[in-house]
């Protein structure tokens, strides 16, 4: 088959009619997008949103390699879109399996912690990586929250996320409502820790006492909720990082991306094993050329898969109303430097 109607057939085999993702023009239908990175649903979808246009960028520069002859050219061209379709389509195999494994132990937490869950901003109830990185640390969003409610509401929610134990920590719990809000909401001669929260565009400062807010959340049972969410979502990071190693760091030529495929529950396609076989009978400085060109772009889409789907994830986070400066933000952000960096 030559190249134009291979890779046309590969472009062609979704054209919107069959996936609810897709619109009539083929452009995706708003709502479509999960909460852990993009849904691409099934295989065709992926092609569609992902690997199709990653192929027409890559192809458009290796036409301009001057090291490579037509013929090679027109083979790697070939090689690439016959194990890109295959190998993508398993990263997200995996990649869904760490995340589907993180929302079991959401609905655990969800129902365990009903009352702090039901308490919760309703933003940060809609995306539950968001409500995960609130429960694990609650902390950064709480202080502007509070300083907006009432005393009492302020009260009832820091009640609701220490299972009552905040009513009896520190000189407060002598007092009512309003004497622990302003033990929290700090003047006078207190030192407080200034919150800062984005308001219409207009930043304003929410004075919270941060000592004693985080006295009030190192109580059991907060102390064992954040530190429960916190495994949860750093356990599924480490778990993404390390496939993303296997694959960016140790895939260097074709007998290790044939290597990778074994490992595959999957059987590799036949148009796969042609493209990697003929790229294996190539010889001297045309072998050498090809299969780095090879490699370098492959590398280049695997790369830009992670990226892509954890920055997804990390936007809708910070949408729901977790601040960019809080611990999930910044784990989230030092996976995402290290897979750039590979």
Known sequence: ??????????????????????????DLVPGMIGPYGISFGDK???LKTFIGPF????????GKTKELSVRAKNLVKVSLAAIATTLIPQLQVNYKSWFDQEEKEVERIKSEYREVYAKTDEALRSN????????????????????????????????????????????????????????LFATGTKKPTRFREADNDDEKD????????????????????????????????????EDAQEILEKTKTVDDIEKFLKKSKKPIEQKTKEAIETIKKTTGQERQNSEMTLIDNLQKSFKEYYVTNLKNHLKGV???????????????????????SM
Do not use: C
Not at 164 to 182: H, P, Q
């Open 55 to 62: 192929l027409d960028v890559a192809n458009t520069a290796i």
């Open 206 to 241: 929410v004075i919270v006492n941060k000592k004693i807010l985080s006295k009030v959340l190192s109580v059991e049972p907060a102390k064992e909720m954040q530190e429960r969410a916190q495994e949860i979502y750093k356990s599924t990071l480490k778990q993404v990082l």
């Open 44 to 46: 065709n979808q992926l």
């Open 128 to 183: 539950d990586a968001a409500f995960l990185a609130f429960m694990a640390y609650p902390g950064p969003v709480l202080g502007t929250k509070l300083a907006l409610m009432t005393p009492a509401a302020a009260k009832e929610t820091l009640s609701v996320m220490t299972g009552g134990v905040s009513d009896t920590v520190g000189s407060y719990a002598r007092g009512g409502a309003k004497e622990l809000i302003d033990m």
């Open 1 to 26: 088959m030559l190249l134009r109607e291979y890779v046309r057939v590969l472009l062609a085999e979704d054209e919107a009619g069959g996936n609810p993702a897709f619109g009539p023009g083929g």
């Open 318 to 340: 910070i949408d729901a109303g977790i601040p960019k400066n809080h611990p999930y933000v910044q784990d989230y952000e030092s996976v995402i430097s290290k897979i750039n």
